[in-house]
């Protein structure tokens, strides 16, 4: 047992990668002429959706970047949805587009119609198949948020630097070599889940997806030196589950009754068997949001082709 886990502070990391996209952003608009734009597109009045557009928002704007928005009532159509995709699509001063989600119920069922009609090039969340197909071939492409806000934090739990630390440059925590390492993936959405089990592949991790219909998921989770929950069930995952030593990575957000935001996973009990634990709230989400900036970013560089 280890009474006193690594926290890893998402808060922190997302204020490390900030400053470094802010300073990207300054020098590349004194040479191009103008800074990355992110489009913005928020339909009906869900208080979550608008708190997290808020909050993407001025994080974007904080670095330097433009922001553009089209909001739509809770009743708006489809073709007026599709046209804003399209005018942010044809909108030079864009490079990064995001549809929040998720959509109203009369979108709902045409919710991939929509992601499918952002331009790959400009697709901030990652979630154009032909970004998730390059994902799954190794190849280049945008890489969805929240997965690469967990692939950070990762690589943060197996680097040396000084967590909470002023000093600390995003370029000093490198990307962790998970050769050896078996990891669960807990949830299989194509917004988290599986893309993360792809990122985790790639660096060489044992990767096991389980998912509703998983039996014996406490078994399989001890088998695992990195535990990634992505399910949106409050305490699912048990102190008694996890492997001394392990890496764990909460991605849930639930809302408890008295209001307050909990993970997938029973912090207490799980962290003093981890060697790292993310918070939350202050975890996974920060990261998730710093990383639609940094996406926009990437967009911006590979349409100057800088
Ligand atoms: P989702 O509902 O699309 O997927 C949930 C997944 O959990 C499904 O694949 C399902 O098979 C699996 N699941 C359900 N019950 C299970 C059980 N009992 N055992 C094992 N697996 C089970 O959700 P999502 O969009 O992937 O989000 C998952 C959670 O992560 C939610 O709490 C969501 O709010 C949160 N989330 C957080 C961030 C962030 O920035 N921190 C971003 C996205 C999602």
Not at 34 to 51: D, E, K
């Amino acid at each position: 047992m280890n009474a006193s886990p690594k926290l890893l502070d998402g808060r922190w990391l997302a204020g490390v990668v900030e400053r470094e996209i802010a300073q990207e952003v300054k020098s590349l608009a004194a040479k191009y002429g103008r800074a990355p734009g992110l489009g913005v597109i928020l339909v009906g009045a869900n208080p979550a959706s608008q708190a997290y557009v808020g909050n993407k928002e001025k994080i974007a704007k904080r670095c330097g970047l433009n922001t553009f928005d089209f909001r739509f009532p809770e009743e708006a159509s489809f073709e007026q949805v599709e046209a804003a995709v399209q005018a942010f699509n044809n909108d030079q001063k864009v490079d990064g587009i995001l549809l929040q989600l998720p959509l109203p119920t009369q979108l709902a069922s045409r919710q991939n119609v929509l992601l499918d009609a952002i331009s790959p090039a400009k697709d901030a969340d990652g979630l154009h198949p032909e970004n998730q197909g390059l994902l799954m071939r190794g190849e280049g492409g945008l890489r969805s948020c929240t997965p690469l806000g967990a692939m950070k934090l990762i690589d943060l739990a197996y680097s040396s630097v000084e967590i909470g630390s002023e000093a600390v440059q995003f370029s000093q925590i490198g990307a962790a070599d998970l050769s050896g390492k078996r990891a669960i993936v807990i949830g299989r959405s194509i917004l988290v889940g599986k893309p993360l089990a792809l990122l985790l592949l790639a660096r060489n991790a044992t990767v096991t997806m389980a998912h509703s219909k998983s039996p014996k998921l406490a078994d399989l989770t001890a088998q695992a030196d990195i535990v990634i929950a992505a399910v949106g069930r409050p305490g699912l995952v048990r102190g008694g589950w996890i492997k001394p030593g392990a890496v764990v990575i909460d991605v849930g957000i639930n809302r408890t009754q008295d209001g307050k935001l909990t993970g997938d996973v029973a912090y207490d009990e799980a962290a003093p068997h981890c060697a790292a634990i993310t918070p939350v709230p202050g975890g996974v989400g920060p990261m998730t949001v710093v990383m639609l900036v940094y996406n926009t970013l990437q967009a911006f560089r590979i349409r100057i082709k800088e």
